[in-house]
């Protein structure tokens, strides 16, 4: 079975309009791209053709990946639970080993964005997160080492 892809609608409309882009007017060039390349002479030591054949294959396999993410897309409701952590929360946590309070919302990982805020619910301290209540204590494994961390918002 297939996992589900969380998105936001606003990531699900971009990824379709990048999807349909792919399927009609990327497939359409990169005939016309493939077609000049055969043009240049014999196919067997046409670099041109090899390049072209290869990007070919990379944009199919981008297609063929959008197409599995919007089949498995699970839209995240606006309207979410505030009495745990889950998709879709603002999180205010303080690291207990620095003191530092840190706040993220917690997205599918097709929204992740730590720089501008958002954590995926799979990575390590997002999954850690995931099911907490406020006054929760949960650990989170990083690369750097176990995390303490404290809930102390959840909006």
């Known amino acids: 079975m297939a996992e589900k892809v969380l998105l936001t609608a606003e990531s699900k409309k971009e990824l379709e309009i990048r999807l349909n882009y792919l399927k009609s007017t990327g497939r359409a060039e990169m005939a016309a791209k493939i077609e000049e390349a055969r043009s240049f002479g014999d196919l067997s030591e046409n670099a041109e053709y090899d390049l072209a054949r290869d990007e070919q294959a990379k944009m199919e396999q981008e297609i063929a990946d959008l197409e599995n993410k919007l089949h498995n897309a699970e839209i995240i409701d606006d309207n979410v639970k505030t009495d745990t952590v ?9 690291d207990l080993k620095t003191n530092e309070q ?5 997205v599918g990982s097709q929204d992740s964005d730590p720089f501008a805020g958002k954590i995926s619910n799979e990575s390590p301290i997002g999954a850690a997160l995931m099911g907490a209540a406020k006054g929760d204590t949960v650990v989170a494994k990083t ?3 176990a995390k303490t961390l404290k809930v102390v918002n959840i909006e």
């Open 143 to 145: 690369r750097n080492g």
């Open 86 to 94: 889950g998709v879709g929360n603002r999180v205010t946590f303080t």
């Open 102 to 106: 840190m706040t993220y919302v917690i």
